[in-house]
Nanobody
Framework: QAQLVESGGGLVQAGGSLRLSCAAS????????MGWFRQAPGKERIFVAA????????YYVDYVKGRFTISRDNTKNTVYLQMNSLKPEDTAVYYC?????????????????WGQGTQVTVSS
């Protein structure tokens, strides 16, 4: 059974950094677009970043550009989200997701597999 498991969340002060990991199992996701989404309390889940199968193309939402970096290691079936210069408004549950196909997409409905999420809390 295909599964995505996020880790690396936690509590950090504003300006700090965290690195999230998403480990895939049950099948290979090396030919999938991988994405990160987040959901703050009382708000809808929103797109953060995506990366194509080879890692050669990435796509970010404007408010994380220059602060967050998505990457992947297909040999480890793992995707990462390096988050720097964190702000209190980055506080949310972060979800990893996998989308079949070649097009980088920010639409949640395009993603076929989802992880359970990891909490990121940024204190001011």
């Amino acid at each position: 059974q295909a599964q995505l498991v996020e880790s690396g969340g936690g509590l950090v002060q504003a300006g700090g950094s965290l690195r999230l990991s998403c480990a895939a199992s049950g099948r290979t996701f090396s030919n999938y677009v991988m994405g990160w989404f987040r959901q703050a309390p009382g708000k809808e889940r929103i797109f953060v970043a995506a990366i194509n199968w080879s890692g050669s193309n990435t796509y970010y939402v404007d408010y994380v550009k220059g602060r967050f970096t998505i990457s992947r290691d297909n040999t480890k079936n793992t995707v990462y989200l390096q988050m720097n210069s964190l702000k209190p408004e980055d506080t949310a549950v972060y979800y990893c997701a996998a989308a079949g196909g070649l097009i980088l997409t920010s639409r949640g409905r395009d993603y076929d597999y989802w992880g359970q999420g990891t909490q990121v809390t940024v204190s001011s």
